[in-house]
């Protein structure tokens, strides 16, 4: 859930992994696992990534159902 939420809002912020690794101070290979879901970061990292992507907490961590095609339209 965490990884899938991850992923959705960092390429709606138009940013590689590469790109929003070096905005919060991790190898570009961590948020890939992240992104994987092999693991999730602590609440102060989320909090890091949430104000690099400019989204809420609930938007990382909350489940969705809603289709990318609603989210685009926020």
Known sequence: MFGNNLRFFRKQANLSQKQLAERIGFPQT????W???KYEPGITV???ITEAL???LSD????RS???KEY???
């Open 30 to 33: 961590t948020v890939s696992d």
């Open 35 to 37: 992104e994987l879901n």
């Open 46 to 48: 989320v909090i890091k």
């Open 54 to 56: 400019g989204v809420t």
């Open 60 to 63: 990382l961590t909350e489940y």
């Open 66 to 68: 809603t289709t990318e």
């Open 72 to 74: 685009s339209n926020r």
